[in-house]
């Protein structure tokens, strides 16, 4: 059974960092994209970041209200990917999802239950 | 980007009634090599993640009840519902898989009337 599980969400001070996890099995780790979306409360879904398959060279891709401050990473022998984010502003805060891609998988997406972030004085 | 545009942005309807929610991509999302366009729907109940409902535009996931159908080609899709029940009431978003990242339809809520 294909699992994706985010953690790493909390509370944190205009300014500060943290950092996301994605925890994932049941599938080929290295050939699906990652990705991160979020959604603010009551507000849509907003694609954040991705990093490609090894077959892509893991290449990353972000949206422009994130470049800059956000690092999306993963490491293949644990089966999990990373959000680093940094200078956070109040207009991160989101529920953060992660979702595995893959062409040829059925369903081609599959998504986390999503984490929380807060940035807050 | 390839802008997702839904409407309408909300649409009350009695129970047993059709429910029709409609899509428009900015772009193309059929991929000529394969067919197949890269158009997914999903639901969300309120405090739940999206769910995913159908794929391809027009396969249901495993375990979606069958009055739940999508349809449509290139830049024009459409999300029915044929007979709407009380836990369907949620916000439907349609979402573009063709580019590299993907971008999603700002939502429509689905009311009981």
């Known amino acids: 059974e294909v699992q994706v599980v985010e953690s790493g969400g909390g509370l944190v001070q205009p300014g500060g960092s943290l950092k996301l996890s994605c925890a994932t099995s049941?599938?080929?780790?290295?050939?699906?994209?990652i990705h991160w979306v979020r959604q603010a409360s009551g507000k849509g879904l907003e694609w954040v970041s991705r990093?490609?398959?090894?077959?892509?060279?893991?290449?990353?891709t972000y949206a422009a209200s994130v470049r800059g401050r956000f690092i999306i990473s993963r490491d293949a022998s644990e089966t999990t990917a990373y959000l680093h984010m940094s200078s956070l502003k109040t207009e991160d805060t989101a529920v953060y999802y992660c979702?595995?891609?893959?062409?040829?998988?059925?369903?081609?997406?599959?998504w986390g239950r999503g984490t929380l972030v807060t940035v807050s004085s | 980007d390839i802008v997702m545009t839904q409407f309408p942005d909300s649409l009350a309807v009695s129970l047993g009634e059709r429910a029709t929610i409609n899509c428009k991509a900015g772009?193309?999302?059929?991929?000529?090599?394969?067919?197949?366009?890269?158009l997914a729907w999903y639901q969300q109940r309120p405090g739940q993640p999206p769910k995913l409902l159908i794929y391809?535009?027009?396969t249901r996931e495993f375990g979606v009840p069958d009055r739940f159908s999508g349809s449509g080609s290139g830049t024009d899709f459409t999300l029915t519902i044929s007979s709407v029940q009380a836990e369907d009431v949620a916000v439907y978003y349609c979402?573009?898989?063709?580019?590299?990242?993907?971008?999603f339809g700002q939502g429509t809520t689905v009311e009981i009337k």
């Open positions: 979702l595995s891609y893959s062409l040829y998988a059925t369903p081609p997406w599959r």
């Open positions: 049941g599938f080929t780790f290295s050939d699906s994209p």
């Open positions: 990093i490609g398959s090894k077959a892509d060279k893991y290449a990353t």
């Open positions: 772009q193309s999302v059929l991929y000529s090599s394969n067919n197949k366009n890269y």
């Open positions: 391809w535009a027009s």
């Open positions: 979402q573009q898989y063709y580019a590299p990242y993907p971008t």
